[in-house]
């Protein structure tokens, strides 16, 4: 996954892929402590092009906030090292991770005098469930393991001890012979998935969960729902959506910036519609990756070689 990747960004220097170290004894190591963020450049017609970067960027210090991690860097900071890193790296496009975390300072559950450090790093990263999976869908388990509530964790925060929950959920669908899993929630009604919001089309209407719903506001989430709308369709993005509903389903659909738009064939083993990816699937995966390679929606689209 990394071969081609020099360098990455760590404190405000740019680091030797190999020398990018931290100390055993970071706090975010032994307690979760961190933020991340996962963004993706495309390779837009005009060059390479960060999508929806400021949302992200927001989404991350916001993150960062419910935790008092202050991250001594500036947005501006960080944007500008991001593309500098992607033009050494030379990616055309690439995913970007970048994440801020309590460091090595006294343990003990309180953070207290633990530096914040921030790193970015980038690298070429491409269908996250599989290419097949983009144009046949894929095959996903209902997780035994619930999403925690956001009364138990802020779910509004992208925290990196939390993943647990999603790996123990990704784990089990793969041990289980499943490429992903759906998580419901503390009520037992549908979140997400680990690492994907979820969508579901019955009779020509499209539903995805709601924030209420214990779900992190996916930011390729709010992109699918402007573009079903602008294609006219009726989208409920409060929804309430029971396990029972994943079975009868026209359609699912996974959205997250890894993930990009992914169809979900079956699940349980139950044939979701016609076992395939649906039309309405088709269309928005379609408009999906038209936009991020036109880059027509300039506002959403930052060049990363000014050209
Ligand atoms: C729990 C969760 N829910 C929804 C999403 C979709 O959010 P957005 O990317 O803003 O549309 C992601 C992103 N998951 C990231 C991490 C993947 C990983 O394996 O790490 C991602 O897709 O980058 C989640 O982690």
Redesign the pocket.
Known sequence: MFEAVDEVWMDGEFVDFEDANVHLLTHALHYGTGVF???RCYETEEGPAIFRWEE?LD?FYNSAEVYDIEIPFEKQELTEATEELIRREGFESC?IRPIAFYGYGPLGLNPGKSPVQVGLAVWPWGA?LGEEALEDGVDVAVSSWRKYASSQIPTNA?TTGT?VN?VLASLEAKENGYTEAIVLNKEGNVA??????IFLVRDGEIYTTGLAES???????R?AIELAEERGYTVHDDATISRGELYTADELFF?????EVTPIRSVDDNEIGTGTKGPVTDELQTAFFDLVESGEREEWFRYVYSN
């Open positions: 963020e996962g963004v992200h989404r995913y996250y992208k993943y999603s997400e998935g680990p690492g994907e919001n779900i992190l506001d996916g930011i390729t989430r992109t959205t997250g910036t890894a993930a």
